[in-house]
C-alpha cells in the first residue's frame, strides 16, 4: 500500500518510497533513444538518498543492544546528509547526537542539523581523512570522552549498503518492472543501466548488488566520482587532479571506504566528472525536468551523460527500451545559499523575456495608457 494512503506512525514510515521519473526531455535534449530515468530521493521525509542508511544503521544498532534510549550518544562524522538523517531519527527515538562535518559543506546542513536538536562541530576542508583534526578524527576522539557515546559509522557499516540493497534496488526494479512497454514509452522490462555517485559507496554498492543479485546480474552499474577523489577505477583514473579541492558536496573522498564494493563486475565503470559538468546537469534538471535538485544529482547525470556518449555507451543510448536508471541523492534545500547556485540563479545574463520586460517597465505607465487608448 503506498504510504500517502496511511495514516504513519511516524516520520521514519515516510523514509524512502521514492518516485522514478523518466527524463524524456533532457533525453530529447541529448538526442537519446533509450529510456532515461531519474529516482528522486530529495522526496524521501529527511529530504535525502541518506535517509535510507541512517534509518537502518539506528534500527539495527538498537536490535542489537548498542543504543540504549537515555544513555546512549549518537556521533556521526558525515557531509552533512547522513547526519540529517540521523538527527532525524534520533529525534524521533530520543537519542542525541553529535555530527562533525568539514568547513565546505553547506550552512544550511548545519542549520537543518542544529534544528533538529544536534550538536554540530566543523573541522577544517584540508584535513586528511586520518589526521586528529580531520571530521573522522574529531568524531573518534569525542567518542572517547563522551559518555555514551557511539559512532555508527556510515564508512564501515554493512547496514549502509544494506539499506540500499534492501530497499532502494526492489523499488527501482519494481518501477521499472511494473510499467508496460508501450508505442510511446518501449521498455526491455529490465534494469539495463544503473548510474550512481559515491561518496561512503555504500548507495551504489548496494543499489548494484541489489539489481544484479535479485533481477539482472547483467546490468551495466556505472560508478561516479568527481575529479580529485581516489574512488574511481581503474585507480589511473584519479591521477588527473588528485587531491584537488572541489565544491560539489556529498561525493568522493581521500580514502576508499569499507562499504564500497570492490568485488570484481559489481560496479562496471567508472567516470569521473568536475563542477562545472556537474552544475550545469543541475541546470539541465531544473530547466527541462523542474527538478530542484543539489549539485551530486548533477554529478550523476553528467556522469550518466558522459557514459551514454561514451564508446561502450553509444549502443545503449540509441537502443529504444533500454532503461538508464540515474540516482539523484538530494534537494536544493541544502545549498540555497551557495555561490554556484546563486550565480546559477541570480547572476545569469538575463534572458530575451526579461530583457522585452524591462522594455516594456522602463516606458513610463502615461505612454502605457496613451497607446492602450488609441488603440481602443
Known amino acids: 500500500m503506498a504510504r500517502s494512503e496511511i495514516v504513519l506512525d511516524s516520520v521514519l514510515d515516510a523514509v524512502g ?57 549518537v556521533i556521526e562524522p558525515t557531509s552533512g546528509n547522513t547526519g540529517i538523517g540521523l538527527a532525524m531519527a534520533c529525534a524521533v527515538k530520543g537519542y542525541s547526537v ?65 539499506a540500499h540493497e534492501l530497499t532502494t534496488a526492489p523499488e527501482i526494479i519494481a518501477a521499472v518492472t511494473s510499467t508496460p512497454s508501450t508505442p510511446a514509452h518501449p521498455s526491455s522490462g529490465k534494469v539495463d543501466v544503473f548510474i550512481g555517485g559515491a561518496g561512503t559507496g555504500g548507495t551504489v554498492s548496494g543499489i548494484a548488488k541489489g539489481i544484479k543479485k535479485a533481477h539482472n546480474k547483467d546490468c551495466i552499474v556505472v560508478g561516479v ?23 560539489v558536496e556529498g561525493i568522493g573522498y581521500d580514502f576508499t571506504p569499507d562499504v564500497l564494493t570492490r ?21 539541465l534538471l531544473m530547466r527541462h525536468e523542474g527538478m530542484l535538485v543539489g549539485g551530486s544529482s548533477g554529478s550523476a547525470l553528467a556522469g550518466a551523460l558522459a557514459w551514454l556518449r561514451s564508446e561502450s555507451g553509444c549502443k545503449i543510448a540509441q537502443s529504444p527500451g533500454k532503461n538508464v536508471v ?28 526579461a530583457r522585452r520586460i524591462a522594455e516594456v517597465l522602463d516606458r513610463p505607465a502615461s505612454e502605457e495608457r496613451t497607446n492602450a487608448k488609441m488603440k481602443l
Open 98 to 162: 553529535i555530527i562533525t562535518m568539514p568547513k565546505k559543506m553547506s550552512l544550511e546542513k548545519e542549520a537543518a542539523l542544529r534544528a533538529l536538536g544536534a550538536e554540530v562541530i566543523r573541522t577544517p576542508n584540508e584535513a586528511a581523512w586520518d589526521a586528529p583534526e580531520s571530521h573522522i578524527g574529531v568524531a573518534l576522539r569525542l567518542q572517547k570522552e563522551i559518555p555514551g557515546g557511539i559512532i555508527l559509522d556510515q564508512y564501515r557499516n554493512v547496514n549502509n549498503p544494506l
Open 326 to 353: 540515474v540516482l539523484l541523492p538530494d534537494g536544493l534545500r541544502n545549498y540555497i545559499g551557495k555561490d554556484w547556485f546563486l550565480d546559477m540563479a541570480l547572476r545569469q545574463e538575463p534572458s530575451p523575456l
Open 17 to 73: 518510497n521514492t518516485p522514478l521519473i523518466r527524463l524524456d526531455r533532457i533525453a530529447k535534449h541529448e538526442g537519446l533513444r533509450c529510456n532515461l530515468l531519474g529516482k528522486l530521493e530529495y522526496t524521501s521525509a529527511g529530504g535525502s538518498v541518506k535517509d535510507r542508511i541512517a534509518k537502518r544503521m539506528i534500527e539495527v544498532a538498537e536490535q542489537e543492544g548498542k543504543l540504549i534510549p537515555g544513555q546512549s550518544v
Open 263 to 283: 568485488e570484481p563486475g559489481m560496479i562496471n565503470v567508472w567516470v569521473k566528472t568536475d563542477d562545472k559538468v556537474s552544475f550545469a546537469a543541475v541546470q
Open 225 to 247: 566520482d568527481p575529479v580529485g577523489s581516489v574512488l574511481a577505477l581503474p585507480a589511473s583514473l584519479n591521477e588527473v587532479g588528485e587531491g584537488d579541492s572541489y565544491i
